[in-house]
């Protein structure tokens, strides 16, 4: 082959290569060109964490005083799981429960088995307390059935829920703030007894956004059914969720 051959063969692969390297350079740009145009996918919230604090009260019997302005406080983390690609959803998780009642001129009896029997009992307190209030924690496992206006962002449009709600009984105290000859004094009783070892309650929330109202009726009583007068605890209150 004659050097002049060679030379117009070289000549020839330069051209097809820059014509190659123009076409590759070319696709790449309309590439990314591409993807600068597509929007940010967002993770959609899902409601993992909420806090509740409300009002927090009893039905019970006329005998039972209390005071107007129990609290209840909860706060619990759960996991939602979509429904296919509907705006409903399923969800459960873990929280704590704490419930607070003061009591009116009265204070809880629960262990004098002489006088009032095997169960618990509301009598006059003769202390004249400043407070007397009576307080429940409760391990909780909420379940959720919601539903999202906003599927893409549930921090934002209409949403509600009902459920139920499972706890495990943690621990209870009383305690009562009185004076003795002008000394404030605190007595502070835990207990245990004669209180149901598991609270069922129905619930349900309704807002918008990160806000919304919740509800909450007991299915059990807050003592064990042969230790103490039928009392059903129920509350209403204020919900911030998401993450």
Not at 54 to 62: A, T
Not at 70 to 88: E, L, N, Q, R, T
Not at 158 to 186: C, P, R
Request: glycine share 8%; with cysteine; proline share 5%.
């Amino acid at each position: 082959m004659s050097k002049r051959s060679v030379l117009l063969l070289l000549l020839s692969v330069l051209c097809i290569s820059g014509v190659y390297a123009q076409s590759d350079n070319k696709k790449n740009s309309e590439e990314k060109s591409s993807e600068k145009a597509l929007p940010p996918v967002k993770k959609p919230s899902r409601d993992f964490l909420m806090i509740q604090l409300g009002y927090n009260n009893w039905s019970k019997p006329d005998s039972i005083k209390t005071k107007p302005f129990g609290y209840v406080f909860k706060a619990s983390f759960c996991y939602d799981f979509p429904i296919k690609k509907s705006k409903m959803s399923f969800a459960t998780g873990l929280g704590v429960n704490a419930n607070v009642i003061y009591l009116d001129n009265q204070k809880l009896i629960n262990n004098d088995t002489g006088t009032y029997g095997a169960s618990a009992h509301f009598v006059t307190n003769t202390d004249n307390p400043k407070r007397y209030k009576f307080v429940t924690t409760y391990l909780t496992a909420p379940f959720e059935l919601r539903y999202f206006q906003n599927s893409n962002n549930r921090n934002q449009g209409f949403k509600a829920a009902i459920g139920a709600e499972v706890g495990l009984f943690l621990g209870a105290h009383t305690k009562e703030v009185t004076s003795v000859d002008g000394t404030v004094v605190k007595y502070k009783e835990n207990t245990k007894r004669f209180i149901s070892p598991w609270n069922f309650a129905a619930t349900a929330r309704i807002g918008w956004g990160n806000f919304s109202l919740f509800g909450s009726y007991n299915i059990t009583g807050v003592f064990k059914t042969t230790n103490g007068p039928d009392i059903t605890p129920f509350s209403l209150g204020l919900c911030v969720s998401g993450l």
